[in-house]
Nanobody
Framework: VQLQESGPGLVKPSQTLSLTCTVS??????????WTWIRQPPGKGLEWVGG???????GLSPSLKSRTSISRDTSKNQFSLQLRFVTPEDTAMYYCCELGLSGSWGQGTQVTVSS
């Protein structure tokens, strides 16, 4: 499968970061796929943000759970991330990936939180 992130590269503090991952080469509802968001702040390691399974159940990072929503649009074969009340600490490269079967990653999209 192939994944492609899309969304704004600049978000102002306190606003909502919204990213979409478009999947091709496979259906997001195929058994055992797990669609994931991972981010990497500048100079830091990878951080799991959360994910959504082929059946639609979600898992979220405890440290981000209060601000995070992950959803999907099966008609468009997409899944999305919303991170509310962002701060500059949310500045990172954001990746969407599939960690259940394929291990495929998108190329990533840089998101900067700044006024």
């Amino acid at each position: 499968v192939q994944l492609q992130e899309s969304g704004p590269g600049l978000v102002k503090p306190s606003q909502t970061l919204s990213l979409t991952c478009t999947v091709s080469g496979g259906s997001i509802t195929t058994n055992n796929y797990f669609w994931t968001w991972i981010r990497q702040p500048p100079g830091k390691g990878l951080e799991w943000v959360g994910g959504i399974s082929y059946s639609g159940s979600t898992g979220l990072s405890p440290s981000l759970k209060s601000r995070t929503s992950i959803s999907r649009d099966t008609s468009k074969n997409q899944f999305s991330l919303q991170l509310r009340f962002v701060t500059p600490e949310d500045t990172a490269m954001y990746y969407c990936c599939e960690l259940g079967l394929s291990g495929s990653w998108g190329q990533g999209t840089q998101v900067t939180v700044s006024s």
